[in-house]
């Protein structure tokens, strides 16, 4: 009896074994063909696909997004059709500067969403505008002083009028007042005149409403053309990046 027992017991052992052996070669070979799915070109494509969705997406909700001019109101620094590339990031660390290129909310109407403009004047200054010429008296200074906008071209130089016909206009900024100014001096709508709607805000732009600061200017390039030219004023030039007018200072008030 003993024996019979001994042979049956191997007997089951040696139906058991092919069994397992069985399942786990199984196991193994569909971990090895999952693998070689992970591992396969489309997959790889998709995989890398998706990080780089993924931190371009980061990059433009917290740190920079292409943006493309309209219209000629910052001429002859920004053309229209012009892309620039605007920082997010700067003004949740510090406040604003003389000298900024920004795009804003102005709030006077559903037509006029966003706004590029230069900032000229900061809280705390006082500013004036006398025949047609900027003046600043920074905090705690006691004079006026005269700017020299050097990136203003020769129409716009010198020639910043005050609506309606003033000869002199003296504004006072108190905490987290802006005034902004086009490039193109008289050609647009800026801080002088409210936005074009005194009836609805006052001329100075908060820092709430600042969205972004130009960070790199990328120009336009005119595929048909196959070089950088703008496809309005057919004026060719190449990108500044870091070299643009939003980098200007002004060294008188230093």
Same mark, same amino acid.
């Given at each position: 009896?003993?024996?019979?027992?001994?042979?049956?017991?191997?007997?089951?052992?040696? +139906?058991?074994?092919?069994?397992?052996?069985?399942?786990?070669?199984?196991?193994?070979?569909?971990?090895?063909?999952?693998?070689?799915?992970?591992?396969?070109?489309?997959?790889?494509?998709?995989?890398? !696909?998706? &990080?780089?969705?993924? &931190?371009?997406?980061?990059?433009? &909700?917290?740190?920079?997004? %292409?943006?493309?001019?309209?219209?000629?109101?910052?001429?002859?620094?920004?053309?229209?059709?012009?892309?620039? @590339?605007?920082?997010?990031?700067?003004?949740?660390?510090?406040?604003?500067?003389?000298?900024?290129?920004?795009?804003?909310?102005?709030?006077?109407?559903?037509?006029?969403?966003?706004?590029?403009?230069?900032?000229?004047?900061? %809280?705390?200054?006082? !500013?004036?505008?006398?025949?047609?010429?900027?003046?600043?008296?920074?905090?705690?200074?006691?004079?006026?002083? +005269? @700017?020299?906008?050097?990136? $203003?071209?020769?129409?716009? +130089?010198?020639?910043?009028?005050?609506?309606?016909?003033?000869?002199?206009?003296?504004?006072?900024?108190?905490?987290?007042?802006?005034?902004?100014?086009?490039?193109?001096?008289?050609?647009?709508?800026?801080?002088?005149?409210?936005?074009?709607?005194?009836? @609805?805000?006052?001329?100075?732009?908060?820092?709430?409403?600042?969205?972004?600061?130009?960070? !790199?200017? $990328?120009?336009?390039?005119?595929?048909?053309?196959?070089?950088?030219?703008?496809?309005? !004023?057919? &004026?060719?030039?190449?990108? +500044?990046?870091?070299?643009?007018?939003?980098?200007?200072?002004? %060294?008188?008030?230093?």
């Amino acid at each position: 009896m003993e024996e019979n027992k001994n042979f049956s017991e191997e007997n089951n052992i040696e +139906k058991v074994v092919p069994e397992e052996k069985k399942e786990y070669v199984s196991r193994r070979n569909r971990k090895s063909t999952f693998r070689r799915i992970l591992n396969s070109e489309p997959v790889l494509f998709l995989k890398d !696909l998706l &990080i780089i969705v993924a &931190i371009v997406l980061f990059i433009r &909700i917290f740190i920079a997004m %292409p943006f493309q001019i309209s219209w000629q109101s910052m001429y002859s620094s920004y053309y229209d059709k012009e892309f620039i @590339l605007v920082d997010r990031l700067t003004y949740s660390f510090r406040n604003p500067h003389r000298w900024d290129v920004i795009v804003f909310k102005p709030h006077v109407n559903e037509n006029k969403e966003y706004f590029l403009k230069r900032i000229i004047w900061i %809280p705390g200054d006082n !500013l004036k505008i006398e025949w047609w010429e900027v003046y600043v008296q920074p905090k705690g200074k006691p004079d006026f002083i +005269k @700017l020299e906008e050097t990136y $203003l071209n020769e129409e716009n +130089k010198w020639r910043t009028f005050v609506w309606p016909d003033s000869w002199t206009r003296i504004y006072e900024l108190k905490d987290d007042q802006y005034f902004v100014i086009w490039d193109n001096r008289n050609h647009s709508t800026d801080s002088r005149e409210c936005f074009s709607n005194c009836s @609805l805000r006052d001329e100075f732009v908060k820092k709430e409403d600042m969205l972004w600061r130009i960070f !790199l200017d $990328l120009w336009y390039f005119n595929f048909s053309k196959m070089r950088f030219i703008n496809p309005g !004023l057919w &004026i060719e030039t190449s990108p +500044k990046f870091f070299k643009s007018e939003s980098t200007h200072n002004y %060294p008188e008030l230093n």
